[in-house]
């Protein structure tokens, strides 16, 4: 564990975007998406965070995820929604976990599972619209729909929510956006003439939260910009504060003359005699080898680039004749509010060609997770 690093995680930065995304979208509810150990966070912190801000339910992809928010006492509408063979159904079900249905064989062993504890089970069905990933495909619909109508019938479980998922939400004005909608209209329709009489019925993520009022249905799925990343690129969302920092402190710095190879491969050279600072993190922390030469960060007041490799548990910054010392703080990336010259998340993403979700859900188990803003 690494003493010299953390991501720094803002609690009160969550709250308030889960107030703002609320506003957003016009005050329809928010369901706070925690996967994924709430995007790198920490789900459980994530999540109280995110209730404070005004969610009123939680997402999360698997079961177990789910557990853990009911082990840990949140007792509001909790929806997982990865379901593969073999899942702990029945403890989903007795834990009063709505469950996100996109295929038959999932349907028919929560109504088995369901029955055998002589429980209700919640379950969500939901529709593929077109982004062909999870959910049900237009031609088996009407067939899920019936069943679940039946078993609702019997007693056996409630359908809660019917809801789908976008494809290409981060790219206003995209064609499949308007036809996944006009297919989700179509989806509640025969939902509807089969009885059923969902909940929540929603389709929204982030980016439709923020681009899409016709999207908003009866609840919103906020997830990275809970956590104040904009998915859209070059969206200007006006108020999200990024909830986490990561910065670690400087292990060493040294003179080397002009000529220097640094790190493996010498992939960078000096240009002159030069000060080189070495920040203990590496790819096993979440930077990726791919930011070698690349990965901004702030040290020493301003901005600079990693100078050579990434390795596994560090990498070098030329600082030239900067004062920068050992024991100062670099910070890779975090809230331009407070220095601005503070790289974002979605500014490593741009530099990567990747996306903001994926530099912060790799920040690694070494690094700790060091809360403000509110009691984690
Ligand atoms: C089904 C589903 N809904 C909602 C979300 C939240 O998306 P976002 O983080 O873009 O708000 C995700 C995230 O991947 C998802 O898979």
């Known amino acids: 564990m690494s003493h010299f690093a953390h991501a720094r995680v803002d609690l009160d930065a969550i709250s308030h975007n889960a107030r703002l995304l609320r506003e957003f979208a016009g005050g329809t509810p928010l369901m706070g998406v925690v996967k994924a150990d709430g995007y790198g966070h920490g789900m459980l912190p994530a999540a109280r965070a995110m209730i404070a801000g005004g969610a009123t339910w939680l997402g999360t992809a698997f079961i177990d995820e789910a557990l853990e928010l009911r082990r840990a006492g949140f ?57 062909n990933r999870g959910g049900v495909n237009p031609a088996d619909w009407r067939n899920l729909v019936e069943a679940a109508a039946r078993a609702e019938d019997e007693g056996h479980l409630r359908v809660s929510g019917v809801w789908s998922h976008f494809a290409c939400a981060d790219e206003p004005g995209h064609p499949s956006i308007a036809l996944q909608l006009s297919r989700f209209h179509e989806a509640l329709e025969i939902a509807d003439k089969a009885g059923l009489d969902p909940e929540v019925r ?7 939260l923020l681009t899409l009022p016709e999207a908003r249905f009866d609840l919103v799925r906020g997830g990275i910009a809970g956590y104040g990343l904009c998915p859209i690129p070059d969206f200007e969302a006006t108020g999200l504060r990024p909830a986490m920092t990561l910065r670690s402190r400087i292990a060493l710095t040294k003179r080397v003359p002009a000529g220097s190879g640094v790190s493996y491969g010498h992939r960078y050279v000096t240009d002159r005699e030069s000060t080189l600072a070495l920040v203990p993190l590496g790819y096993a922390d979440g930077v990726p080898r791919a930011a070698t030469n690349k990965g901004p960060l702030l040290l020493g007041g301003r901005r600079r680039v990693i100078s050579g490799t990434v390795c596994m548990d560090q990498f070098v910054v030329d600082v030239g004749d900067d004062a920068v010392e050992a024991g100062e703080y670099a910070v890779l ?44």
């Open 75 to 131: 007792t509001l509408p909790v929806l997982a929604w990865i379901i593969p063979p073999g899942e702990p159904v029945a403890e989903a079900v007795e834990a009063d976990v709505d469950l996100g249905v996109s295929d038959r064989a999932v349907l028919d062993t929560v109504i088995f599972e369901a029955a055998r504890l002589g429980r209700t089970a919640r379950v969500q069905l939901k529709a593929d619209t077109g982004l």
């Open 333 to 376: 990336f975090g809230d331009p509010g407070e220095h601005p010259d503070t790289p974002t998340a979605e500014d490593w993403a741009r530099i990567l060609d990747t996306i903001p979700y994926e530099i912060v859900t790799r920040v690694g188990v070494r690094v700790p997770r060091e809360y403000v803003g509110a009691p984690a």
């Open 202 to 208: 929603h389709i929204a993520n982030s980016a439709a």
